[in-house]
């Protein structure tokens, strides 16, 4: 009796999913078309990329990369979670789960609709009020090339976090400001100077001088998505592309990137 219950209130949650999703204004994003959404309640933003939910868990949300204490920008940090919490707090949402149920912190990772008559797309609302950047590393490949669109006209009207000085796209020859950047989350733009190739990485150079130059690193068991994705790596020498991924220090300052959406070849200005 207590299953046949249980199955019960699992229908009448689905049922109701389905019916929010037929009151919404807004179409769903067509990167979540083929997720089943859980609902529940927020309470409320722990910080820019992360809400509390009414059972106690926490959500992060997916493809997102929110300010932090190491910007050195506390108006940014406080600016992004005060506009997650007026979007959530206090509603009811749907999370379209990934596949990793969950992060290294216990933090479940869903993209993130409010299921009420507005049918907002939290990251997507966000990305494109300049309150966060797009991290495609922890997101889903359709989702990120759409929020990268948000965040393209976001960029170009210096809104929110695009209007200050620590979060523009970093040259790849300012290697000064590179390294001072080191530990934190940045897109790097820049033309290829040449492509090498080890056993277990490719390697983007962006100078001769590899042990001082910028470089995207790519670990070889990554090297398939890209192929999958119709990105022939070695042929980027002489583009102008652009990588966004948090900096370190391999000799020159680095980026690791593990997802195509993570790199982009510009075209031209603007973009």
Known sequence: MVRGRAVSLLALTALAGLASHALRADPLPACLGG???????A??????????????HEVRLAGVIAASDIDGDQTAVTRATAALDRLVAGKRVLLHSLPEAADRYGRFLAQVVLADETGIWV???????GMLRVGP???????????????RTARAAKAGLWAEPHFVIESADNLAALNA???RFAVVEG???????TPSRTYIDFGRRYSEDFTIT??????????????DLKALRGKRIRARGVLFSSGGPAIEVHKPASIEIVQGSGT
Do not use: K
């Not at 590393?137 to 965040?151: D, K």
């Not at 790519?218 to 990105?231: D, K, L, T, V």
């Open 218 to 231: 790519i670990p070889r068991a990554s090297r398939a998505a890209f192929q999958a994705a119709g990105i």
């Open 191 to 197: 033309r290829v100077a040449r492509i090498g190739e």
């Open 123 to 129: 990251q997507g609302r966000l990305v494109a009020d």
């Open 35 to 41: 997720t089943i959404p859980t609902s529940q309640e």
């Open 181 to 183: 950047a080191i530990g």
């Open 43 to 56: 309470t409320g933003a722990h910080d820019g990329a992360t809400l509390r939910l009414a059972d106690g």
């Open 137 to 151: 590393e922890a997101g889903e490949p359709a989702c990120s090339e759409a929020l990268i669109v948000q965040e």
